[in-house]
Nanobody, 125 residues
Framework: QVQLVESGGGLVQAGGSLRLSCAAS????????TGWFRQAPGKEREFVAA????????HYADSVKGRFTISRDSAKNMVYLQLNSLKPEDTAVYYC??????????????????WGQGTQVTVSS
């Protein structure tokens, strides 16, 4: 079982940047496909980005393409989400999630087995 803890959220102005971190313990995170999801008040949890265990592929939601970047540092057992050109509509709790690696990209929250506690990102206009 892998334990996940997110950090790096905060309050920024529109157009600003944040770097979210997902720290893993208990297991090697590079053995899992890892995703970032977000949930705004009153809305469903939505897919943001995913990265393969090896780092060989990445996938992004259309709403964040060109602005967000997912990456991993296997030596540190960490996955990151760089958020640039932030918009007020990006405001949400951001969650790190992991699942056993597969041959397709999973963009549904129910397909992920392990979750962090979330970190709040608030973007002011």
């Amino acid at each position: 079982q892998v334990q996940l803890v997110e950090s790096g959220g905060g309050l920024v102005q529109a157009g600003g940047s944040l770097r979210l971190s997902c720290a893993a313990s208990g297991r090697t995170l590079s053995n899992y496909d890892t995703g970032w999801f977000r949930q705004a008040p009153g809305k469903e949890r939505e897919f943001v980005a995913a990265i393969s265990g090896s780092g060989g592929w990445t996938h992004y939601a259309d709403s964040v393409k060109g602005r967000f970047t997912i990456s991993r540092d296997s030596a540190k057992n960490m996955v990151y989400l760089q958020l640039n050109s932030l918009k007020p509509e990006d405001t949400a709790v951001y969650y790190c999630a992991a699942r056993s690696p597969g041959y397709v990209v999973h963009t549904t929250a129910g397909e992920y087995d392990y979750w962090g506690q979330g970190t709040q990102v608030t973007v002011s206009s």
